[in-house]
């Protein structure tokens, strides 16, 4: 079994008397693309933003076995724990290939004096394997506004992978996507783990996260609820109950088996 390169042991975050986070623990393994979902209000993007330093948390957060609790985020960031968050923000005076470069890009002083003299920028292959990676090989020169809504979110990651990070944490990637364009974003999504990058995957989207992901997290009230293959998580009766609310209590065993289908061929559509 590979080593963990993120692992949070009893992440717990408060607002006031809200508890949004309970004792929760996850790791995600090296070249594994791990999903946690969970009914709105669990607490998915609470978590993103707690590994990342963007809220208080009480626990402990490693990354490749160190201890980050007590870092600000921009020192998380340059161990390499990248983020994406849900709204799209894009230069939209720059085209795509500069939107990389200008969020990934911090060239030493001998690279800038490099670039006036009209030389190759030091990691410009980083930013062309991104692209690629992504599908976005023809629209480098593009505009933002020439992009479609799925465009853009391929650009907001390919600008974090750019940054070659350890580990990427994507929230809410399908948000606004049409059914076409979240399999396509499955498919890439795929693709960027097999190319060697760790990924935890947050979205609504339980087709998307099922279809594509080889370990998965639930989250209910911000404790968690299941864990494991997406072929175990998917017939959970406390998954299911969670998603079907309060009514999950009045049926009996076969209706929630035929909800567990009704999940699956969600995913199995997705992937």
């Not at 060697?196 to 609820?225: A, N, P, Q, R």
């Amino acid at each position: 079994m590979t080593a963990p390169v993120l692992a949070g042991h009893g992440v717990s975050v408060s607002f006031g008397g809200v508890r949004a986070l309970v004792d929760v623990d996850l790791e995600v393994r090296e070249g594994q693309l791990v999903g946690l979902i969970g009914p709105n209000g669990a607490g998915k993007t609470t978590f993103i933003d707690a590994v990342t330093g963007f809220v208080r948390f009480r626990g402990r957060v490693e990354l490749d076995g160190r201890d980050i609790s007590s870092l600000p985020p921009h020192r998380r960031a340059r161990l390499g724990l990248a983020r994406t968050w849900q709204s799209i923000e894009l230069f939209d005076d720059l085209t795509v290939r500069e939107n990389l470069a200008v969020a990934s890009y911090h060239p030493p002083v001998l690279a800038t004096v490099a670039e006036v003299l009209g030389r190759q920028a030091p990691g410009s292959s980083t930013l062309d394997d991104a692209l690629r990676l992504l599908e976005l090989d023809d629209r480098a020169d593009d505009m933002p506004d020439e992009l479609s809504q799925g465009q853009r979110k391929l650009v907001g990651i390919a600008r974090a992978l750019a940054a070659q990070p350890r580990l990427l944490l994507l929230d809410e990637p399908a948000a606004g996507l049409d059914t076409h364009e979240s399999e396509e974003l499955g498919r890439k999504l795929r693709n960027v783990v097999d190319g060697g990058t760790t990924l935890l995957l947050v979205d609504h989207d339980m087709g998307l996260v099922l279809g594509i992901s080889d370990w998965v997290v639930v989250l209910e009230f911000g404790k968690v609820i299941a864990q494991g293959p997406p072929d175990v998580v998917r017939r959970d009766p406390q998954v299911i109950a969670a998603y079907l609310g309060s009514a999950a209590k009045e049926v009996g065993r076969e209706e929630l088996e035929e909800a567990a289908e009704t999940i699956e061929e969600a995913a199995e559509a997705s992937s």
